[in-house]
């Protein structure tokens, strides 16, 4: 079994920062990509932002470009989420999840990843 587990969450001001990490365990696998995904009090998770694990590829959703950073450490196997100038929207419990080789890759979509973190939760105070 391959583990995801999250950390880092936790609740801030609006204009604040934190810093999510994933840590990856268990079973070997090729890691072909890492994401980070969301869901807030009575809404769909939604894709935030990806990582392709051996490249500099990365991937965001809109509203987070230029405030969040995704970057991975390969040797600690741990992926993280720098997010700055947060604001109450970004207020959700955040997900990790991990996808492997093989087919055409859609960062932004649910079912490539196979695997997934318990969630943290963040909370943005206004």
């Known amino acids: 079994q391959v583990q995801l587990v999250e950390s880092g969450g936790g609740l801030v001001q609006t204009g604040g920062s934190l810093r999510l990490s994933c840590a990856k365990s268990?079973?070997?696998?090729?890691?072909?990509?890492m994401g980070w995904f969301r869901q807030a009090p009575g809404k769909e998770r939604e894709f935030v932002s990806s990582?392709?694990?051996?490249?500099?590829?990365?991937y965001y959703t809109a509203s987070v470009k230029g405030r969040f950073t995704i970057s991975r450490d390969n040797a600690r196997n741990t992926l993280y989420l720098q997010m700055s100038s947060l604001e109450p929207d970004d207020t959700a419990v955040y997900y990790c999840?991990?996808?492997?080789?093989?087919?055409?890759?859609?960062?932004?979509?649910?079912?490539?990843?196979?695997?997934w973190g318990q969630g943290t939760q963040v909370t943005v105070s206004s």
């Open positions: 990582i392709i694990w051996n490249g500099t590829t990365t």
């Open positions: 268990g079973r070997v696998f090729s890691t072909y990509a």
């Open positions: 999840a991990a996808r492997g080789s093989g087919g055409t890759y859609h960062p932004t979509i649910e079912t490539e990843y196979p695997y």
